[in-house]
């Protein structure tokens, strides 16, 4: 084994995406070390890694497609070679495209449901066994988004997959206390993906009271409000700018 007990450590999915970058950047900056999955983009992840390893060397990485089960289950045996405890489990893995209905393919449903929602899951499920078995208290963070409480007309199973998520968050929640703290973070309008939004930012911060998009580091805030919180579980915490009260 060649974990160091003394530091917290953390695994993250769909750590080379742009929020899961900053993600696992700051927590190997507040003292964890950190284990995060990749699907595709090996080059990104590898910056990452650089990155992350400058704060904590021990730090690794896997290549997983959380839609697929048997990934999941062979990234933490992965995980489980390098560290002998799981303080906080980050489920950031996601995938998001707009789809019109009625035209909605199958294999468009199974691309958004299989990555957000299977891939919660069993992410999940996978990091509750290690940690119920750990004589102290750990952290399950879901990332879900606002969209779940909104109708969008073109993205009806991305947003139906991230309303599951905060439902599944609830029931982990339930089941696992008081061992297993598991709450969900619903981003707003968080760093826009250039290739989904041509819209400048200030279009966008139009319909946002705060009047500003989100960053990285606003969520960061909020998963570090959720590590050090001893008593908040099977909540949702919404960073949105204050979107929702549009």
Not at 98 to 126: A, C, H, R, Y
Not at 209 to 233: H, K, N
Request: proline residues 4%; contains cysteine; charged residues 20%.
């Amino acid at each position: 084994m060649s974990h160091h007990p003394a530091n917290k450590v953390c695994f993250i999915t769909g750590g080379s995406g742009r929020l899961g970058r900053a993600l696992a950047i700051s927590l190997a900056e507040n003292g964890y070390s950190v284990f995060f999955t990749y699907r595709s983009s090996e080059k990104e992840a590898g910056e990452v890694l650089r990155s992350v390893r400058a704060h904590s060397p021990e730090s690794h990485m896997a290549r997983c497609d959380v839609s697929k089960v048997d990934d999941i289950r062979s990234a933490f045996r992965t995980f489980e070679n390098h560290f002998g405890r799981l303080d906080l489990l980050v489920a950031s893995a996601s995938n998001f495209f707009s789809t019109t209905l009625p035209e909605i393919s199958e294999n468009e449903w199974d691309s958004l449901v299989d990555t957000n929602l299977k891939g919660t899951f069993f992410t999940m499920q996978e990091g509750a066994s290690i940690m119920k078995e750990q004589p102290f208290v750990s952290r399950i963070i879901t990332m879900s988004d606002v969209s779940a409480n909104l109708v969008w007309r073109n993205f009806a199973p991305y947003t139906a997959s991230k309303q599951a998520i905060q439902h599944l968050t609830r029931v982990f929640a339930k089941v696992f206390a008081p061992k297993i703290l598991v709450n969900s973070i619903a981003p707003g309008t968080v760093t826009i993906n250039p290739e989904w939004n041509r819209e400048p930012d200030y279009e966008l911060a139009r319909d946002i009271p705060l009047q500003r998009i989100g960053t990285p580091e606003d969520i960061m805030e909020a998963i570090l409000f959720l590590v050090r919180s001893d008593y908040v579980t099977g909540q949702v915490v919404t960073v949105d700018g204050g979107r929702l009260l549009n």
